[in-house]
């Protein structure tokens, strides 16, 4: 299954927003991939991503 995850980030002073489709089993795992991503390709932390809404994709 496929889900699009929504959010931003904080990159130096400023939120940046991002939207990501993962393949995952459920919208947790889906959390935590979109988590890994974006912490490992922009160097940030997870206190700093705020995700806001995840949805499953046909």
């Known amino acids: 299954m496929k889900y699009e995850v929504k959010g931003v980030f904080r990159n130096g002073m400023v939120w940046m927003p991002f939207r990501k489709v993962v393949e995952a089993h ?3 795992f ?4 979109v988590y890994s991503l974006i ?3 922009h160097k940030v932390r ?6 806001e809404s995840v949805e499953l994709v046909e």
Do not use: C, T
């Open 26 to 28: 459920s919208e947790g």
């Open 46 to 51: 997870r206190n700093l991503i705020k995700i």
């Open 39 to 41: 912490g490992s390709n």
């Open 30 to 33: 889906a959390r935590e991939k």
